[in-house]
């Protein structure tokens, strides 16, 4: 009887330890998400989110002149006289590459880096630390662009047409060009199946302004690229352009002067209007995200940030909201860095995880 009644009480005991740890985790989580002076309480000190910048892995640049710096993969790399250094997360320095640039335009994606000179002929596609292939343009390059899977679009200038695109496959195979006789380009996307080119573009020539996104069959266009065209997507009059980019299922995110829209096969959904909006600053490249910030008042002579996701086919939205007014923004891929001035914010679109670095 002894014993069965000791098995009895140890029992009861781990259900009341158990029901007062189950308690306590519920307590913290809603007084995290409900308490904005204890969540950053807990993320400083509990979760150590924050990083002050004697605290971050740094990389001496003091006797370089000129020097370019931008991140790819798993990458941060520095450009100075002609030479590409690839550091590695931890500010290892692990490969170092010659390229004939001294003015770079770059665009990174997945594990590609695209870089050529501006207003030049040289281009390059990096991956993995290493060049995999480099071309001679004919003419001016003005502006360059990869997909995830390492095809490249190369706007260019200075010929008898106003612009030319010029598309090559992962290998450095120039697969076609698209000759633009009486517009410009403005951005180009390649569809992460490899299976579309869209081409935004804008005609000047009349007295309004009229912006179209053309999309091109990138099998038809290597076999008869003058019959390539699948689809063309007007803007209204006066309506300008900025920027493009595919998404998943061939979902199109188009930013324009005064709104964001998606459009698919089927439909042109607008996202966000910047008319009579407080919206700050705009981003399409985020992967399946468009995400824009408002400033929310927080008092009298305060002001806080809100980072708003909205998932571009399902139209669902997470929010996040930084202590502190924004200054700009960069996004790339899942994440999103917010510089608040003495604050830099890294935040993932899933909301999972945010971390603060103090300047």
């Not at 490969?95 to 994606?109: D, F, G, P, Q, V």
């Not at 006789?181 to 020539?205: G, H, R």
Request: aromatic share 10%; net charge positive; proline share 1%.
């Amino acid at each position: 009887m002894q014993i069965n009644w000791d098995k009895e009480k140890k029992k009861q005991m781990m259900i009341i330890i158990s029901s007062i740890i189950v308690s306590l985790i519920v307590i913290i989580i809603g007084f995290y998400i409900g308490n904005r002076s204890f969540r950053t309480f807990f993320d400083r000190y509990i979760l150590r989110k924050e990083v002050t910048e004697n605290q971050a892995i740094s990389i001496d640049i003091r006797d370089q002149e000129n020097v370019s710096i931008f991140a790819f993969d798993k990458y941060i790399t520095l450009l100075n006289k002609n030479k590409l250094s690839l550091y590695t997360a931890s500010g290892k320095k692990e490969n170092e590459l010659e390229i004939n640039i001294s003015n770079a335009l770059y665009a990174t994606r997945n594990h590609f880096l695209v870089v050529a000179q501006k207003d030049g002929q040289n281009l390059y596609l990096i991956s993995e630390g290493n060049i995999l292939w480099q071309q001679e343009i004919e003419g001016q390059i003005q502006k360059v662009k990869v997909n995830k899977n390492g095809y490249v679009t190369v706007i260019i200038v200075g010929s008898s047409y106003k612009t030319i695109v010029a598309t090559y496959s992962p290998q450095g195979k120039e697969l076609f060009k698209t000759y633009l006789s009486t517009t410009f380009c403005i951005d180009t996307s390649i569809s992460n199946d490899n299976q579309y080119l869209a081409i935004a573009e804008i005609n000047t020539s009349g007295t309004i302004i009229q912006s179209s996104i053309k999309v091109i069959s990138i099998e038809k266009a290597q076999k008869d690229p003058t019959n390539s065209v699948v689809n063309i997507y007007n803007a209204a009059s006066n309506q300008l352009i900025k920027s493009i980019k595919f998404q998943d299922k061939n979902y199109l995110a188009v930013i324009y002067d005064n709104e964001v829209k998606s459009i698919s096969k089927e439909n042109e959904e607008q996202m966000i209007s910047f008319t009579d909006s407080k919206i700050t600053f705009s981003s399409i490249k985020l992967d399946n995200y468009i995400v824009y910030t408002t400033e929310k008042s927080a008092g009298i002579f305060n002001a806080n940030t809100q980072v708003t996701f909205k998932h571009l086919i399902t139209k669902k939205e997470n929010t996040y909201i930084a202590e502190g007014v924004t200054k700009d923004i960069k996004t790339h891929a899942n994440y999103i860095v917010l510089n608040l001035g003495s604050e830099i914010h890294f935040v993932t679109t899933s909301r999972l995880a945010n971390e603060k670095i103090h300047l």
